[in-house]
Nanobody, 113 residues
Framework: QVQLVESGGGLVQPGGSLRLSCAAS????????MGWYRQAPGNQRELVAT???????NYADFVKGRFTISRDNAKKMVYLQMNSLKPEDTAVYSC???????WGQGTQVPVSS
């Protein structure tokens, strides 16, 4: 059964940090490009970062220098370290494979003082 389960979200103050985790099952994880995406209220889902099976990384311009994506193939996990968070980073963050699978529930990240 294909499943993507995100965790690690929560309320954080501007300038703070969070580490999101995504557990994948039912896919050939080590051969997959994985990514983090986010959807803010009233907005479309947008790409945050991707990491290919051989470790090539791509970031959206709005997170460069602040967020870091990583993966652990043995654990079938992908992570997103988020630093220097801003109120405009508030969104539901989800992980997925490229090409997309069914979306999980995501994890909410409200950035507010």
């Amino acid at each position: 059964q294909v499943q993507l389960v995100e965790s690690g979200g929560g309320l954080v103050q501007p300038g703070g940090s969070l580490r999101l985790s995504c557990a994948a099952s039912g896919i050939l994880f080590s051969l997959s490009t994985m990514g983090w995406y986010r959807q803010a209220p009233g907005n479309q889902r947008e790409l945050v970062a991707t990491i290919s099976r051989d470790g090539r990384i791509n970031y959206a311009d709005f997170v460069k220098g602040r967020f870091t994506i990583s993966r652990d193939n043995a654990k079938k996990m992908v992570y997103l370290q988020m630093n220097s968070l801003k109120p405009e980073d508030t969104a539901v963050y989800s992980c997925n494979r490229d090409p997309f699978l069914a979306w999980g529930q995501g994890t909410q990240v409200p950035v507010s003082s």
